[in-house]
């Protein structure tokens, strides 16, 4: 399953199938970029990241890609478990400032279905 | 990844009264830390900057004499929230950076979820 652009923030998917969110950054001067998975009532936990210097990073399972030229990254789930529904967001941080502050997108809410 | 404590992980509490949350980086030392608030299926938003040693650097439109933040040490910040009304009820999560690894990760908090009656 895919969803594309901010303007589905739902996404069903079946067990087992893979899973592709995507997510359009605003600034075009980021160089770092990182996705979190947040469950109900808890914390965002840390998935994958990924600076603007690489177009492709790979973790257990799961994937991001980053095209800078039309500002778009995307985190691919393989194999989707029950366990990975959640609200996935993206975030991005500016090249400059000291504080390292990273903004985040609106999240997207992926549900696995059996 | 690092561990990042936060406390309570929820707080009922009357109007008018104030609450403090505390962030504690547990296996590393944060020179800065992060506070965010997030209503309900919406992302979130940051709150203020917490540099330790020095004042916190708060985001345009959060009162800084409502959201007091204290980082004392390397291990410890904490977001009071003065007087509390039913508009301040949400969920409050702190972040925190661990300099020693790949510095721009943020670990998260659990969140702390206030009520205020």
């Known amino acids: 399953g895919e969803n594309v652009g901010l303007h589905l923030p739902t996404l069903s998917v079946q067990e087992g199938d893979n899973s592709i969110i995507n997510c359009a950054y605003s600034n075009s001067a980021s160089d770092y970029f990182i996705w979190y998975k947040q469950e109900s009532g808890k914390g965002p936990q840390f998935i994958i990241d990924?600076?603007?210097?690489?177009d492709k990073r790979q973790g257990q399972r799961v994937t991001v890609l980053l095209n800078k030229t039309v500002k778009h990254l995307s985190l691919q789930i393989a194999a989707t478990q029950p366990g990975d529904s959640a609200v996935y967001f993206c975030?991005?941080?500016?090249?400059?400032?000291?504080?390292?502050?990273?903004?985040f997108g609106s999240g997207t809410q992926l549900t696995v279905l059996p | 990844g690092a561990v990042v404590s936060q406390h309570p992980s929820r707080v009922i509490c009357k109007s008018g009264t104030s609450v403090k949350i505390e962030c504690r980086s547990l296996?590393?030392?944060?020179?800065?830390m992060f506070w965010y608030r997030q209503f309900p299926k919406q992302s979130l938003m940051l709150m203020a900057t917490s540099n330790e040693g020095s004042k916190a650097t708060y985001e345009q439109g959060v009162e800084k004499d409502k959201f007091l933040i204290n980082h004392a040490s390397l291990t410890l910040s904490t977001l009071t929230v003065t007087s509390a009304h039913p508009e301040d009820s949400s969920f409050y999560i702190c972040?925190?950076?661990?300099?020693?690894?790949?510095?721009?990760?943020?670990?998260f908090g659990a969140g702390t979820r206030l009520s205020v009656l």
């Open positions: 972040s925190a950076r661990d300099p020693g690894q790949r510095g721009d990760i943020q670990y």
């Open positions: 990924i600076r603007s210097n690489m």
């Open positions: 296996d590393f030392q944060a020179t800065t």
């Open positions: 975030a991005e941080k500016l090249d400059s400032g000291s504080a390292r502050q990273l903004t």
